[in-house]
Nanobody, 123 residues
Framework: QVQLVESGGGAVQVGGSLRLSCAAS????????MGWFRQAPGKEREFVAA???????YYADSVKGRFAIFRDNAKNTLYLQMNSLKPEDTALYYC?????????????????WGQGTQVTVSS
């Protein structure tokens, strides 16, 4: 069972940037498809970005062109580079891992989750 630990969240002003990291506990990281999700207060958890173990990437329309997901299998780490941040990006951000499943945008497809890291964007 892989354990995931997010870091890199914080408070930033509109237009700023943050890089989130998600460290996996063991060397099986490269075998997982990975995703980033976020949840704002009173809202459902929503898909942000995903990357397959082969490297294919997918993004929610709301972050396309501003966010980039990438992975470093040698470091067992997933990243989310967030640029041009907006107040509506404020949320708790989670990374998640799945071994099977084609529907990368569904939270239910993921087997393992981190505890989340808070991102707050102020105007």
């Amino acid at each position: 069972q892989v354990q995931l630990v997010e870091s890199g969240g914080g408070a930033v002003q509109v237009g700023g940037s943050l890089r989130l990291s998600c460290a996996a506990s063991d060397g099986t990281f490269s075998s997982y498809h990975m995703g980033w999700f976020r949840q704002a207060p009173g809202k459902e958890r929503e898909f942000v970005a995903a990357i397959r173990r082969e490297g294919n990437t997918y993004y929610a329309d709301s972050v396309k062109g501003r966010f980039a997901i990438f992975r470093d299998n040698a470091k067992n780490t997933l990243y989310l580079q967030m640029n041009s941040l907006k107040p509506e990006d404020t949320a708790l951000y989670y990374c998640a891992a799945r071994y099977y499943g084609a529907d990368y945008a569904r939270p239910g497809q993921y087997d393992y989750w981190g505890q989340g890291t808070q991102v707050t964007v102020s105007s």
